[in-house]
């Protein structure tokens, strides 16, 4: 799945032409339009502000660095939309901005440059998440992302309802092709054996080392603010439902979904819903208190109405912010599957 998606020369993201929206493969939150980043533009600055904190967490001064960090940036564009919101909206804060955006590829930074050339001043570059632990500098921080977790590699676990275990699938290659190949028994385990015991054989499940990585390497590196993950996802309970006998790993091609994910290699998009209470436990483990774990439809309604609370805060709403919002929102859209989770450290 790594290479699949991120080989430097193959690999699906890693090609020059855009594999997102309406002439892409799938759509997301941000080909939308320009509001998806204007409502996170706005309820980043009320983090920022102290508007949504206690007395006692509130920190920093007029002149004290604000720092967002982006993970998971493809193209850029929904930095601009959020760096042009703060410099017409928020000037206060632009000017203290300082906009990090995590991505290992060359290729991808060189992307990004591009779309967000007017902002060279405000936007930085690291290559991992680990780069931003810098002793002694702790500027209030907001690490985000959007659609990331779920690209990442992910275990695949089927259940042997005879022998009463878990072995893992791996891959391997058949008459050319990549094909399915069941391993060793796995040391995973369901939170009660009442749920093993009526659990359908050949039952896959995945599981995400390396999400649960990245959560946790996140969380040590925050020092003050905010991290927030907004993903394709459930709860631990969510995890075993009998319409989910596959698992969730799918593949996007041409806005199409198959469960193929071994088709195509480089050529089509893959995903794996995201088990937001297995890093909601990292984050608090590491010293995170958990804000916030809601639906995206309530997330973004909940800004929303704040904003109309405050007429002229966050700028024009019209029938094209109305549309947009109806898609981020609606079940039979981008609302039915994407979840948020907000953790915190004082």
Same mark, same amino acid.
């Given at each position: 799945?790594?290479?699949?998606?991120?080989?430097?020369?193959?690999?699906?993201?890693?090609?020059?032409?855009?594999?997102?929206?309406?002439?892409?493969?799938?759509?997301?939150?941000?080909?939308?339009?320009?509001?998806?980043? +204007?409502?996170?533009?706005?309820?980043?600055?009320?983090?920022?502000?102290?508007?949504?904190?206690?007395?006692?967490?509130?920190?920093?001064?007029?002149?004290?660095?604000?720092?967002?960090?982006?993970?998971?940036?493809?193209?850029?564009?929904?930095?601009?939309?959020?760096?042009?919101?703060?410099?017409?909206?928020?000037?206060?804060?632009?000017?203290?901005?300082?906009?990090?955006?995590?991505?290992?590829?060359?290729?991808?930074?060189?992307?990004?440059?591009?779309?967000?050339?007017?902002?060279?001043?405000?936007?930085?570059?690291?290559? +991992?998440?680990?780069?931003?632990?810098?002793?002694?500098?702790?500027?209030?921080?907001?690490?985000?992302?959007?659609?990331?977790?779920?690209?990442?590699?992910?275990?695949?676990?089927?259940?042997?309802?005879?022998?009463?275990?878990?072995? +893992?699938?791996?891959?391997?290659?058949?008459?050319?092709?990549?094909?399915?190949?069941? %391993?060793?028994?796995?040391?995973?385990?369901?939170?009660?054996?009442?749920?093993?015991?009526?659990?359908?054989?050949?039952?896959?499940?995945?599981?995400?080392?390396?999400?649960?990585?990245?959560?946790?390497?996140?969380?040590?590196? %925050?020092?003050?603010?905010?991290?927030?993950?907004?993903?394709?996802?459930?709860?631990?309970?969510?995890?075993?439902?009998?319409?989910? %006998?596959?698992?969730?790993?799918?593949?996007?091609?041409?806005?199409?979904?198959?469960?193929?994910?071994?088709?195509?290699?480089?050529?089509?998009?893959?995903?794996?819903?995201?088990?937001?209470?297995?890093?909601?436990?990292?984050?608090?483990?590491?010293?995170?208190?958990? +804000?916030?774990?809601?639906?995206?439809?309530?997330?973004?309604?909940?800004?929303?109405?704040?904003?109309?609370?405050?007429?002229?805060?966050?700028?024009?709403?019209?029938?094209?912010?109305?549309?947009?919002?109806?898609?981020?929102?609606?079940?039979?859209?981008?609302?039915?599957?994407?979840?948020?989770?907000?953790?915190?450290?004082?």
């Amino acid at each position: 799945m790594d290479i699949a998606l991120y080989c430097p020369d193959y690999g699906f993201y890693e090609k020059e032409e855009d594999n997102i929206g309406k002439d892409g493969d799938f759509f997301t939150s941000v080909s939308v339009g320009n509001l998806f980043g +204007e409502l996170l533009a706005y309820q980043i600055g009320d983090w920022f502000e102290g508007k949504d904190e206690t007395p006692n967490t509130q920190y920093g001064t007029h002149d004290t660095v604000l720092r967002i960090v982006e993970a998971g940036a493809h193209n850029g564009q929904l930095a601009r939309d959020i760096l042009i919101w703060f410099r017409v909206r928020r000037p206060e804060i632009f000017d203290r901005l300082e906009y990090c955006i995590v991505e290992p590829a060359t290729s991808r930074q060189d992307w990004q440059r591009v779309l967000l050339w007017d902002f060279v001043k405000t936007v930085k570059w690291v290559p +991992e998440i680990a780069a931003l632990k810098t002793p002694g500098v702790s500027p209030k921080t907001v690490i985000f992302s959007n659609e990331l977790l779920d690209a990442m590699p992910i275990h695949r676990l089927g259940w042997d309802a005879k022998a009463k275990k878990w072995f +893992e699938w791996g891959v391997a290659l058949q008459d050319e092709k990549f094909v399915w190949s069941r %391993l060793g028994d796995s040391e995973f385990r369901v939170p009660s054996s009442e749920l093993e015991a009526v659990l359908p054989d050949g039952y896959t499940v995945e599981i995400s080392p390396a999400a649960e990585a990245w959560w946790r390497t996140a969380a040590e590196v %925050l020092i003050h603010g905010k991290l927030l993950a907004i993903d394709y996802g459930f709860a631990a309970d969510e995890q075993f439902s009998p319409s989910r %006998l596959n698992g969730t790993l799918r593949a996007y091609y041409r806005h199409r979904v198959t469960e193929d994910a071994l088709a195509n290699p480089g050529e089509q998009d893959l995903t794996a819903h995201v088990n937001f209470s297995a890093i909601q436990q990292i984050g608090e483990a590491s010293g995170l208190r958990t +804000e916030l774990y809601c639906t995206q439809p309530q997330f973004l309604g909940r800004i929303v109405e704040k904003a109309l609370k405050q007429p002229g805060s966050f700028g024009e709403w019209g029938p094209k912010q109305t549309r947009q919002f109806q898609t981020l929102t609606h079940p039979e859209h981008l609302g039915h599957a994407f979840r948020v989770l907000v953790q915190s450290k004082p």
